[in-house]
């Protein structure tokens, strides 16, 4: 009966998990969640997913739960399988995108035994879920069933939630966990298609064949009180000079329309991070969106008066100093109430949907723009005057993967290196480009599969630009490319080691080499090869932008190596600090 209970038990959870808007499943390969695979894997409602290494399967459901805004559940076995899962999890906790994780377990009674591949999964992730719950085990009972599909239906509702996140549901199975059909008792209320020859499906209870999830959670979206809301509007139209910070977030918030009527209503220039989903689009057109203010702010003589801040913590270093110091009144609008402001100087938390924020204060405010508005607008048009076609190497690079990228496209963007080159030389354009990245906790595994995983949620293009330290990590995720059918153009800028640590001040250690840059001498023209991808090599930026402009109009994935010496990029990055600052007075 065991074998049974879970073979129905498995699809009882692949229907709900669908009646509750997944589409997309990251199955892993494992004999105690079998249940769970062979009824996902069959369901026609759900497009599964074969991956073979769960960190980078972790990964590639972030991946595609940041581009479509849902989630895709990764089923694992147990033991350290979960384990590998916890970067993901990581990742998914601090920059708020939506996971459910589906790890199976030993039954109860095998706990603290020494049983094979028996591990305490009890609350296993800690703080970095939204929601831990044991689902009950199979048996051929109408409340557990039910309390079975209440607990998937809620679970989705908690990871799209606010603020979005991952949700751990252990998953206990007995042997036999294979698909048998032996006579016995079934429980009510499964699907249809998983009842056995003979089983009267009309003595199921009426709860249990709902047409749409089991549990509907409705999600209400937080406003400003009137009084709230005149106050926010009184410090904007009583301040000389202000700003509009847009931070990292993977749907632009707020959004677009919104950004545009607020920026429009209160003169302010807008200060949009690569990640933020305002610096490319075609609301660049209408509105004043400042992109290169990492390599110009310390030019800025005018400072804010009042400042509005959306998304997450900006990736900019000088802007977040330049904000630090300003002494403004600052406004943080986040709907979850979370506190994304590391240097502790803003004034204000609005606890409020971002969109309807700026929407609300967009038809209440009206005043002319100010000082800093046109400062900044004139140091805008003078430094792309001036840096277009002086980028250092690397910077080069990142400034061409999104000037040169199909419209629309997705674009990925590593840590370390290269996303603080894109905030740099990343120049605002109307292109419908959405970029993104791991901003939460900024690590520079899974980056591959990440992006992988956003590629397969999308129908637009893919591109990669990656460092070598970052595609050495999760090489294993490649394999995605075949068994999830992505195709992408991978960019890989290989500087042999870590380039970052040249901005540290331990670059004047006499270990720096060994201990820090690590450089490594891989040649990643086998890692290609392995997994069945062409690849290219070039030093030469004219040479990198006709390989760029052929992968992202070809079929298949190509993996474009670009060479790189990590202290004559940090060496010209320095000079062109330097001319920029002699330049525009800084």
Not at 229 to 248: F, H, K, M, S, W
Not at 373 to 399: M, Q
Not at 450 to 459: C, I, P, R, S, Y
Request: hydrophobic share 40%; net charge negative; glycine share 10%.
């Amino acid at each position: 009966m065991a074998g049974e209970l879970n073979t129905l038990w498995g699809e009882a959870v692949a229907d709900e998990l669908v009646k509750a808007g997944v589409e997309t499943a990251v199955l892993c390969p494992g004999s105690r969640s079998t249940p769970l695979t062979i009824a996902l894997s069959e369901h026609p409602g759900v497009n599964a997913v074969s991956h073979l290494d769960e960190r980078s399967a972790g990964f590639f459901a972030l991946g595609y739960a940041k581009r479509t805004g849902r989630p895709a559940p990764v089923v694992c076995t147990s033991g350290t399988a979960l384990a590998n899962l916890h970067p993901a999890v990581v990742e998914a906790d601090s920059a708020r995108v939506p996971m459910v994780l589906l790890t199976a377990d030993r039954p109860p009674e095998l706990a603290d035994s020494g049983a094979n591949q028996t591990i305490d999964q009890e609350r296993f992730y800690g703080g970095s879920v939204r929601q831990y719950r044991k689902l009950p085990e199979p048996e051929a009972a109408d409340r557990k069933l039910r309390s079975l599909r209440t607990a998937l239906s809620r679970a989705v509702a908690t990871a799209t939630g606010v603020p979005s996140g991952p949700v751990h549901l252990d998953v206990p199975f007995r042997k036999p966990l294979e698909p048998t059909a032996p006579e016995g008792a079934v429980p009510k209320g499964v699907p249809d298609g998983s009842l056995p020859e003979g089983f009267d499906a009309g003595d199921r209870p009426a709860t249990a064949g709902r047409e749409g999830p089991f549990v509907a959670v409705t999600q209400g979206r937080a406003t400003l009180s009137a009084p709230d809301r005149d106050a926010v509007t009184a410090a904007i139209e009583d301040a000389e000079t202000g700003l509009i910070v847009c931070g990292p977030a993977d749907r632009p918030t707020p959004s677009r329309d919104a950004l545009a009527s607020f920026a429009r209503a209160s003169g302010f220039a807008v200060a949009a991070d690569p990640l933020s989903g305002h610096r490319f689009g075609p609301q660049t057109i209408d509105i004043a969106v400042c992109g290169g203010y990492d390599g110009y702010v310390s030019a800025v003589e005018s400072t804010p008066d009042v400042v509005v801040r959306f998304g997450a913590s900006p990736t900019s270093k000088p802007l977040r100093h330049y904000l630090r110091d300003s002494g403004a009144r600052q406004f943080i609008v986040d709907p979850g109430g979370g506190w994304r402001e590391a240097t502790f100087t803003a004034t204000d938390l609005l606890v409020a949907d971002p969109t309807r924020v700026a929407a609300d204060l967009a038809t209440a405010v009206d005043r002319e723009a100010g000082t800093l508005a046109t400062e900044l607008t004139d140091l805008e048009t003078a430094y792309w005057s001036f840096v277009g076609g002086e980028e250092p190497p690397e910077g080069a690079v990142l400034a061409d993967a999104v000037e040169f990228a199909p419209d629309p496209a997705t674009v990925f963007i590593s840590n370390s290196m290269p996303v603080r080159d894109l905030d740099r030389f990343g120049r605002p354009d109307e292109a419908d480009l959405t970029v993104l990245g791991n901003r939460g906790a900024s690590g520079i595994d899974g980056i591959t599969s990440t992006a992988l995983g956003a590629g397969h949620g999308t129908d637009d293009p893919l591109v990669l630009v990656t460092g070598d330290l970052a595609y050495y990590h999760d090489m294993n995720g490649l394999l995605a490319v075949a068994r999830a059918g992505v195709d992408a153009t991978i960019v890989c800028l290989n500087n042999d080691g870590g380039g970052i640590f040249h901005l540290l001040p331990i670059e004047d250690h006499g270990g720096f080499e060994e201990w820090f840059r690590t450089p490594h001498g891989l040649d990643f023209e086998h890692s290609a090869a392995l997994y069945d991808l062409e690849f290219a090599r070039t030093d030469d930026r004219s040479r990198l932008r006709e390989l760029y402009a052929d992968s992202t109009g070809a079929d298949g994935t190509q993996v474009i190596e670009y060479r790189t010496g990590s202290q004559r990029n940090h060496d010209d990055r320095r000079e062109l600090e330097r001319c920029v600052a002699e330049r525009l007075g800084s």
